[in-house]
DNA sequence: TCTGGGGTCCTAGGACCC
DNA sequence: TCTGGGGTCCTAGGACCC
């Protein structure tokens, strides 16, 4: 078998327990104490310190069920506060760009690098500066994978947390690789979720190494292409392409959430939703994009006996980035597959069928829709300006309500928005 | 009582066409 | 009326990611 696997092509950097090493930035008090992050509505786990998982603290895990473990070892309580960690993730980005010249983001907190041949050359010492770095203009923790392609960056990044080491370096023989390979699970490998593990573990194939030298022909014939592309990059092949640009090449917007509280009045959904849809919109004219499909669907719990999850969904007449017409569709969907007596959940609103603001067509039939058109665009744009510049929400559609209401997600445990928000500046206080 | 949100890609199957 | 291959497009659902 031809490969090259231990060619540096590509770093993964990984945040440590991005969410709760973003509460210490500006806590440094919960330096080395156990510290969990909640879902939105704070539902269950999302993120643990290295402190809580050796807790034993499960991933995922309903807050309620772990309550008595967390108050027995004073473990640290966070909601999730996203725009906190988006603003981290900027800068963790941003400092690592300021290294390597240009990151993949991949996620909020992880990003590859293609190395460059001159940067492949001092590879580990270009990863180990990244880590300092990070460390020191950020304050944020980084795991470093460098290897041949990206699902084994993603593999050795694993290999560094295990081993506790800051930068895992797959520049071995084939042989050292294969015999590291063989102690680790299979679905450990990115792109191998529960349902295939349980299909190739049922072929007898349990670790990387299996899946490494597993029979080519099978896989592409029980899994898919996308699982062979996989083992191809586990021979040091790359074939797994950056995903493009997001901003342009994003297929839906999707806003949803979980009530705080059972919903069971049909306004109060409609107030939800016209809060979604408005989300939604900003989200759609950020990226200089309008939509022709609009979706919603509203759900009572998965636990409930009465289960039951209805959609609905509209092609709209013309691609639009207005609010208002959004959330008249959404109004109208609402009416047509809301049932009484039902104890809703959570709801959510997507829009599809998403094309560019920069070429919207013209009506040639009907002139004055179209500057109609252009004058609500031009509305949208200065409600978006003053709702970034004032804060979200300054301005807002009297639809969503005007109190606070049932549907609106528990955050009882939301640190301060640091870096977004005047008013929560931390504040430093001197002893003399 | 309480169980996240936001995405992408692939496949199978049906409708429709020649 | 039935016969057949082959292509495209769409949708629903499954699987995965963090």
């Not at 643990?48 to 995922?60: F, T, V």
């Not at 400092?95 to 240009?102: A, F, Q, Y």
């Not at 270009?126 to 795991?143: K, L, T, Y």
């Given at each position: ?18 969410f709760?090493s ?24 999302v ?36 725009s906190?960690?988006?603003a ?27 190395l460059k ?13 990244i880590?300092?770095?990070v ?15 990206r ?44 349902r295939?593990?349980?299909?190739l ?6 670790t ?41 090449a994003?297929?839906t ?87 009484p ?41 200065t ?42 500046l931390?504040i ?5």
């Amino acid at each position: 078998m031809q490969t090259h696997s231990s060619e540096p092509r590509f770093f993964l950097i990984d945040c440590n327990n991005f969410f709760a090493s973003c509460e210490r930035v500006f806590r440094p008090d919960l330096a080395h104490q156990p510290i969990v992050v909640l879902s939105n509505n704070d539902g269950c786990v999302v993120a643990r310190s290295k402190e809580a998982k050796a807790l034993g603290i499960p991933m995922g895990e309903a807050e309620f069920k772990l309550r008595p473990l967390l108050e027995r070892h004073k473990v640290h309580i966070f909601s999730s506060n996203f725009s906190l960690y988006g603003a981290l993730s900027k800068r963790v980005m941003a400092s690592i760009e300021s290294l390597v010249g240009s990151v993949e983001q991949y996620s909020i907190d992880e990003c590859f690098v293609r190395l460059k041949p001159s940067q492949a050359v001092n590879a580990l010492e270009i990863a180990r500066a990244i880590v300092q770095r990070v460390q020191q203009w950020v304050g944020i923790p980084v795991s470093i994978g460098i290897a041949a392609s990206r699902t084994l960056a993603k593999l050795a990044c694993h290999l560094a947390k295990t081993y506790c080491s800051e930068v895992f370096f797959l520049n071995g023989s084939e042989e050292q690789h294969d015999s590291l390979f063989a102690e680790i699970p299979v679905q450990e490998v990115w792109g191998i979720g529960r349902r295939r593990a349980k299909r190739l573990n049922e072929a007898e194939i349990y670790t990387v190494y299996d899946l490494k030298y597993a029979d080519t022909a099978w896989i592409r014939r029980k899994l898919n292409v996308t699982a062979l592309n996989t083992q191809l990059e586990l021979r040091g092949i790359p074939c797994i392409e950056e995903s493009t640009a997001p901003a342009e090449a994003r297929k839906t917007i999707v806003t949803s959430r979980s009530f705080g509280e059972k919903v069971y009045a049909q306004e109060t959904l409609a107030h939800a939703l016209t809060a979604f849809v408005s989300r939604a919109a900003v989200r759609l004219r950020k990226n200089k994009l309008l939509a022709k499909g609009l979706a919603i669907n509203i759900a009572s719990s998965r636990f409930s006996e009465q289960y039951t999850d209805k959609s609905w969904q509209i092609s709209l007449v013309r691609p639009t980035m207005d609010t208002q017409v959004l959330i008249e569709a959404a109004r109208q969907g609402l009416a047509k597959i809301f049932q009484p007596g039902i104890p809703y959940a959570r709801a959510g609103v997507l829009l599809f069928d998403l094309s560019s603001s920069h070429v919207r067509q013209g009506s040639l039939l009907d002139l004055s829709a179209m500057s109609h058109e252009l004058r609500r665009d031009t509305l949208m744009h200065t409600l978006d300006s003053i709702n970034s510049r004032y804060g979200h929400g300054q301005i807002r559609f009297a639809l969503e309500g005007t109190e606070p209401e049932a549907w609106q997600m528990k955050q009882e445990r939301r640190s301060h928005n640091y870096l977004g928000n005047w008013q929560d500046l931390a504040i430093a206080h001197c002893k003399n």
